[in-house]
């Protein structure tokens, strides 16, 4: 079965500092990877995302990520951190159920994110 | 449009007690699904469905029940509630069923089951 581990349950950076939070993933096919940012007390916004094509996916709010089969990860950046960044974030990957076409999003336990002024 | 909207916001029920959660949205979305939220474990899929009809269950299914009678219309039931069901609920919905398509997730319900 395919899984998505977030090995980093909570990260503080400084603001203006650099971030990278991981992501590496278990599944057999090529992956379809997302990446999600969820503020305090509300829903999940889809940050980015990456299909095929180009490794290195831009997203909003100046997010980044790039996937790289042979890590088998998929990791977000952002060059400067913002004090609105501090939330959680959720990676997460899509499997598709051949019958029906359809897919389903399996997603890692999350990255808690902390920004010090 | 107003997207993905649920109701209610919070909830807090006694054990046994049996609610529905709504979940509607005006995009005209085929597919939709219902995810639970609890600390440290991210999201996990309860029920989903690809049209009006169909439904199916995801990897957390037992305790729930779902219906798909409309396109816009995703209700989730709670039969006989138990404190393990005490969670995050968010629903999400996309336009098709292909992989490029984006999910987009209501606000939640935050249910408490005493």
């Known amino acids: 079965a395919q899984s998505v581990t977030q090995p980093d349950i909570h990260i503080t950076v400084s603001e203006g500092a650099s971030l990278e939070l991981r992501c590496n993933y278990s599944?057999?096919?090529?992956?379809?990877l997302f990446w999600y940012v969820q503020s305090p007390g509300q829903g999940l916004q889809l940050l980015l995302k990456y299909f095929s094509g180009d490794t290195l996916v831009q997203g909003i709010k100046g997010f980044e990520a790039e996937f790289k089969r042979s890590q088998s990860s998929f990791n977000l950046r952002k060059p400067s951190v913002h004090w609105s960044d501090a939330a959680e974030y959720f990676c997460a990957v899509a499997l598709s159920y051949s019958g029906a076409g359809s897919y389903q999003l399996t997603f890692g336990k999350g990255t808690k994110l902390s920004v010090i002024p | 449009n107003a997207g993905v909207t649920q109701t209610p916001k919070f909830q807090v029920l006694k054990t046994g007690q049996s609610m529905t959660l709504q979940c509607a949205q005006d995009m005209n979305h085929e597919y939709m699904s219902w995810y639970r939220q609890d600390p440290g474990m991210g999201l996990r899929l309860i029920h989903y469905s690809v049209g009006a009809g169909i439904t199916d269950q995801g990897e957390v299914p037992n305790g729930y029940n779902v219906s798909r009678s409309t396109t816009e219309d995703f209700p989730l039931r709670l039969l006989s509630a138990a404190p393990s069901q005490t969670s995050v609920y968010f629903c999400a919905s996309t336009l098709s069923l292909g992989y490029q398509e984006t999910q987009y997730f209501g606000p939640g319900t935050r249910l408490l089951v005493l």
């Open positions: 599944y057999g096919a090529t992956p379809y």
